[in-house]
């Protein structure tokens, strides 16, 4: 029988070309993490989409800060703590050798495989570990993050979004004037709560209101299917909808594909729009080979490297390309986009924190600017937070001698 040797080498140069991040100089070990978590408090207004939850409650977000060995530090927001907490800095503060960013998604990226996956809540708290190793580059080097990483500009367009299906028609309105008087050029409005019919009366109430030159997209949040969709989509193309986005299962590529070609059978030109739910650059290509022309990579990706390669992709292959999240914390991959690939701004569901940063970029006439400051450009105002009532707790953490 023949027997076959695996070459080590090989192996590992294919591993790591699978695994793409970015490869900066630098070694990072680190020695302290300080978990920031914080407290719910009722909204202003309630919020829904077609999908989602109803949510009466708010909170700033959990917020993690790591220091290396030369003491300094990175910081991030983050979404799974407990990833964090139970699974990789247990990793990061026993690891006895210092490690270049690459090295060490390298060995996060296949423990993540086996347990839990690339759509898992773990695959978040990789992306916060990077921002905070990206955050310490950056400080050793006395730069603004964004310019460590290659940034030609300190701005980004930005587009508010927001139009809860809880609004009414006459509520709707008015919110969205309030946003082009604010200087932006964009919204976006939720569908799909109830019947087409309501969502399709609330978009003539929009455009008649603020007016031909104003972009309006819709998102029905994964709530139809490529029939019901199309009933929509048949009365909306006469009010010029920017892009339609996620319509129909965020995964189901089969019912996807056939919505675009109902449209093109039809003559209908509205782009569908696809991304926020993807945590790696492998989906966006099954997305473009299924019909979609907007893609939306954004925070939940692993790594900016991968949200780098869809931007560069869709620039590629005449896509269009945005992203979106709450932009004090999610501002690293808008900053990358070109001036007319706008991001999220949705402010519904990030009002609560704005004013909670003692360190915060601005937000002006349809764009958002970043400080000139080393490293992240935001850092909450804990003593603010702590004083209001929503420091829930501290919780230190360090390398074992």
């Known amino acids: 029988m023949m027997t076959y040797r695996i070459n080590e080498n090989v192996t590992q140069e294919v591993r790591m070309k699978m ?16 978990i920031y978590r914080f407290n719910s408090y009722p909204r202003k207004l309630p919020w829904k989409d077609g999908t989602g939850n109803y949510s009466d409650t708010c909170k700033f977000p959990d917020w993690i800060m790591i220091y290396d060995s030369e003491g300094n530090f990175g910081q ?11 699974y990789f800095l247990p990793m990061i503060l026993s690891d006895p050798e210092p490690r270049t960013i690459l090295e060490w998604r390298e060995l996060f990226y296949w423990r993540v495989r086996a347990n839990g996956g690339y ?32 940034a030609e500009k300190d701005w980004c367009t930005i587009y508010k979004g927001g139009g809860s299906v809880l609004r009414t028609d006459e509520e709707l309105v008015q919110q969205m004037l309030e946003v082009k008087a604010q200087g932006y050029r964009h919204t976006k409005i939720k569908i799909g709560l109830e019947d087409w019919r309501r969502d399709l009366r609330r978009l003539e109430l929009l455009r008649k209101n603020l007016g031909d030159d104003f972009g ?75 019909g979609v022309k907007h893609l939306q990579p954004n925070y939940r990706m692993y790594t900016l490297a991968e949200t780098f390669d869809v931007f560069k992709y869709a620039r590629e292959n005449g896509l269009r390309v945005t992203t979106g999240g709450y932009m004090q914390g999610c501002w690293l991959p808008a900053i990358m986009l070109k001036e007319d690939e706008p991001a999220e701004y949705h402010e519904p569901n990030t009002w609560h924190i704005e004013n909670d940063f003692a360190i915060r970029s601005e937000i002006k006439d349809g764009k958002f600017y970043l400080p000139d400051i080393p490293g992240m450009p935001v850092l909450p105002n804990f003593e603010k937070l702590e004083k209001d009532g929503q420091l829930r707790s501290i919780e230190y953490l360090y390398r074992k001698k």
């Open 19 to 34: 695994n793409r991040g970015l490869d900066l100089p630098g070694k990072i070990r680190i020695d302290k993490a300080v």
């Open 76 to 86: 991030c927001s983050c979404m799974s703590v407990s990833d964090l907490q139970d």
């Open 119 to 150: 759509q898992s809540s773990r695959v978040g708290a990789m992306a916060s570990i990077e921002n905070m190793f990206l955050d310490i580059l950056a400080k050793r080097a006395n730069q603004p993050l964004h310019r460590f990483l290659g």
């Open 216 to 290: 309006i997209a819709v998102d029905a949040n994964q709530a139809w299917d490529a029939e019901y969709a199309m009933q929509f989509v048949r009365e909306a193309k006469n009010y010029n909808v920017a892009w339609f986005e996620e319509p129909i299962h965020a995964f189901d590529m089969r019912e996807i594909e056939k919505f675009a070609h109902m449209m093109e059978d039809e003559g209908i030109d509205i782009d569908m729009a696809y991304g926020e739910s993807a945590c790696n650059s492998f989906v966006f290509y099954d997305y473009a080979e299924h």
